[in-house]
């Protein structure tokens, strides 16, 4: 699989709405909310999530538009499950990509790949709060989205920003989870997914997380 349509198929997060950047968040601000972030991730084992997913290419009229469950397990696993408009799923179990469809299942190790691996930290990372203290592989910027609370962050070691200029993230104000993923490539291609109806701690079994 391309490196571009596993970006597409598992980049990332969250409430419907208008989100727009407003007011920068001071040093207190940024502080409290990456607090608030870290202590929602500690709080957290599982979490399980509609979403929603589009994709918008320079080379199509329309956007791609697919939605699925979420299922996120502490500490490194993850299920993407595709439903609409065709079935796929992406697990990630520690290291361990897995990847079904209609017609075949295919694995890759994500430590063989630098890019896989922080496609990988970045998911984890952004579900656990220690995204935001990545200053050395991201140049970030905060601010205060009315609706949310607004992460920017621009890769700066390759591979990632060879492919990625911008993620940015929204945390809702009310439990700080992310409600929300924009992941803008260098080619202008833009990828948003918005995570719905989200359950956290109900239990998932460690099956989800395993494809055959």
């Keep these: 699989m391309r490196i571009r349509t596993f970006l597409t198929m598992i980049l990332l997060a969250a409430a419907a709405g208008a989100f727009t950047q407003d007011a920068p968040l001071d040093a207190a601000a940024i ?81 063989n790949s630098k890019l896989f691996s922080q496609v990988n930290s970045i998911m984890v990372g952004s579900i656990r709060g220690t995204l935001l203290n990545d200053e050395q592989n991201y140049r970030m910027s905060f601010h205060d989205g009315k609706s949310a609370w607004v992460a920017r962050l621009a890769p700066l070691t ?20 992310v409600d929300r993923l924009e992941m803008m490539e260098n080619t202008g291609d833009r990828t948003v997914i918005i995570f719905t109806e989200k359950r956290f701690n109900q239990p998932v079994a460690d099956e989800k997380f395993v494809l055959h």
């Design 158 to 177: 390759p591979p990632l920003n060879t492919s990625l200029k911008e993620i940015t993230l929204f945390f809702s104000k009310q439990d700080f989870s």
């Design 31 to 111: 502080a409290r909310l990456k607090k608030g972030v870290a202590e929602a991730a500690v709080s957290t084992s599982t979490i399980i999530a509609n979403f929603t997913q589009e994709k918008e290419m320079s080379i199509l009229d329309e956007k791609i538009r697919s939605s699925g469950t979420f299922y996120f397990k502490k500490e490194k696993m993850l299920r993407w499950e595709y439903i609409k408009p065709y079935s796929y799923i992406i697990v990630i179990n520690n290291d361990r990509i897995t990847m079904r469809d209609e017609k075949k299942t295919t694995q890759a190790d994500s430590r």
